[in-house]
Structures are given as C-alpha cells and as structure tokens.
C-alpha cells in the first residue's frame, strides 16, 4: 500500500494505519520524511505529556492509570512508552505494554512500545515522528513515558507540552531530582508510593529544591500519589489541564512549541550534513586523510574539521 493511502486512512482514524505508518518511521528513515511531509499540517492538536524520572518511579503504573482518568473523561489517548531495546532483535523489550494491558482492549486508547535502540535521553530517535502520527491519528492526549535514565533523562523537553516529573521516596538518595537538568524540566512533581516512609520528605526537599531554583513565572506544583491504588491521580490530571490552560493564557504555549520545533530542525540540519559528509569522504577519504594527520599531530581537530567542511560547503 502507498504511503498516501496510509495517510488517508489514518485521517480517517484507522487504527490499523497508524500501526503501520508509526512502524515505517522506526525503520524507514527516508520513508519517515515523506510521511511526516504529508501529515504535518494536520498535526498540533494533541495535548502531549511526558512521564518522566528514575527507573523503579512507578511510570508505567501512573501512565496507565493517567490514561484511564482521562478514558473516564471521555477523551482519547496515545501512549508512546520507551522501552529499553532488545539486544537480540533491536526491538523494545515490552515491559510498559505488558503493565497495560487492560487499556491495549481500549479502542480510545492506543499504546507503542518504542526501543531506544542506542539513543540516550530517554526517548527513542522515531518518539518525535510517532507523536504527529498519533496526533492526526485523532488521541487527545498523547502520553510519553521514558525509559528512565536518570540524569540525562532531558530529552523529553524537546518534545511534550507538558512534564511531569515522578519522585518516590527511599531510592538512595536524599532526593533523586539533585541531578544536572532534571530538576529544572519538571512542570509538575508527582510524588509517587506516598504511602511509604519518608515521602512527605520527599515532598518538602523537592519543594525546597525549587525554591532554591531559578524563579518561575509558574511554580511547579508537587501532586503526591499512590499510583498502584488510584490515589491522587484525578489531582494529578487537573493539574496537567492546568498547566496546559496556564500555557495557553500566557501564550508559553506557542513559545514552547516554536522552541522545540526550532531544536528539531537543527537537529535534522546536523543530521544530513554528517551523513553528507559521510557519504562523500567514502570516494575520496577526506576524513580518513584529515584523520591520520589529527593522530600524528600534524594537524589539530578543529582545523581538521573547517577543513572537512571547506571541502564539501558548496554541495552541503
């Protein structure tokens, strides 16, 4: 089937389609450009939400049960869930989907277990493309859970409207969020297994954390939660709309997204001038030769690299 009938179909809200064209952009990276050309003007209408923070948080188990409030509310939702990536097939592991499985019954409710397939930050290299799939696919949410990697776990900034960033307490340290970044990405603190010792602890060391932060227009509110019983999430949610109502009035929205849109297609524009530069050093070893000169200190690597550039700037 052609890629434009794939696209109809997903317009159309086929559940089948959007299985498909989210698989093509994982393993198809020319195909991926040409789906993501046809579907973008369609995109932008989702409210997408990332889940983030250490492993062992309980994402998985909150995301599900984020997903059945919002079911309860009568809207529709997209998860994207980054699994860590089989080494034997390169495909993700499926421990998210595995924890979801009531909602995969859902016909509101559409879940993708993503690998990360070698990308750090947290999210896999096709997240981004998957997120407009489900957007024009109809969900009115879409929610991105990370795979939990600590402290460059910071991709996701790139990508969601809105961050919830999850705590629990008793994992080591004081408090998990004193790590480079992580404190400051965080739109909402969800204090998760507050049923345990120490988590209103945890609860007051976060908020003494982002007093200690840089001043915000909009504190981030702390939410504590029981996930595994349901508790706390409705508080939750209302404050992931509130913030998205608080996004919208300030007009942070439109800033955020103009942002993120901004780092995307740098990104893109570094991508396709390395693999450029790649493709022509392959007939002429320009990068081999500028190589060995590095090594033996004939040359250093910054003017190895303008000379690399100067080499192929009139057909980059």
């Given at each position: 089937?052609?890629i ?9 809200g ?20 040409n ?37 309860n ?13 089989s ?7 499926l ?21 990360t397939?070698?990308?750090l930050?947290g ?29 460059s776990?910071?991709d ?29 990405i ?8 507050s049923?345990l ?39 939750l ?6 913030h ?15 942002d ?26 320009a ?29 980059i």
């Amino acid at each position: 089937m052609l890629i434009l009938e794939y696209v109809d179909k997903l317009l159309n809200g086929d559940r089948r389609a959007c299985a498909r064209l989210i698989s093509i952009v994982e393993n198809d990276e020319e195909e991926a450009k040409n789906i993501i050309k046809e579907i973008y003007k369609y995109t932008g209408k989702a409210h997408v939400i990332g889940i983030t923070g250490p492993p062992g948080g309980g994402k998985s188990t909150l995301t599900d049960k984020l997903a059945k409030e919002l079911r309860n509310r009568g809207k529709t939702v997209g998860i994207v869930a980054i699994d860590p990536t089989s080494p034997f097939t390169g495909g993700s592991i499926l421990g998210d989907r595995i924890r979801m499985q009531d909602l995969a019954t859902d016909p509101g409710v559409f879940i993708r277990s993503m690998g990360t397939r070698g990308c750090l930050g947290g999210l896999s290299k096709a997240t981004q493309s998957a997120v407009k799939i489900l957007d024009v696919y109809g969900a009115d949410y879409i929610i991105i859970e990370t795979v939990g990697v600590g402290q460059s776990e910071i991709d996701i900034v790139k990508t969601a409207d809105t961050i919830v960033m999850v705590m629990v307490p008793g994992l080591g340290d004081d408090i998990q969020a004193i790590k480079a970044g992580v404190m400051e990405i965080g739109d909402i603190f969800a204090i998760n297994k507050s049923d345990l010792d120490g988590a209103n602890r945890t609860a007051a060391e976060v908020k003494a954390m982002l007093d200690m932060g840089p001043r915000k227009d909009r504190r981030p509110p702390i939410v504590q939660v029981v996930a595994s019983l349901n508790k706390g999430t409705s508080e939750l949610l209302d404050e992931i709309i509130n913030h998205m109502e608080y996004l919208k009035s300030s007009g942070e929205l439109k800033k955020r997204r103009e942002d993120n849109i901004k780092t995307e297609i740098i990104k893109l524009i570094e991508t396709e001038v390395m693999k450029r530069v790649l493709e022509k050093s392959q007939t002429n070893h320009a990068l081999e030769k500028v190589t060995a000169s590095v090594a033996n200190r004939k040359m250093d690597p910054f003017s190895a690299c303008e000379s690399i550039i100067k080499l192929f700037s009139d057909n980059i």
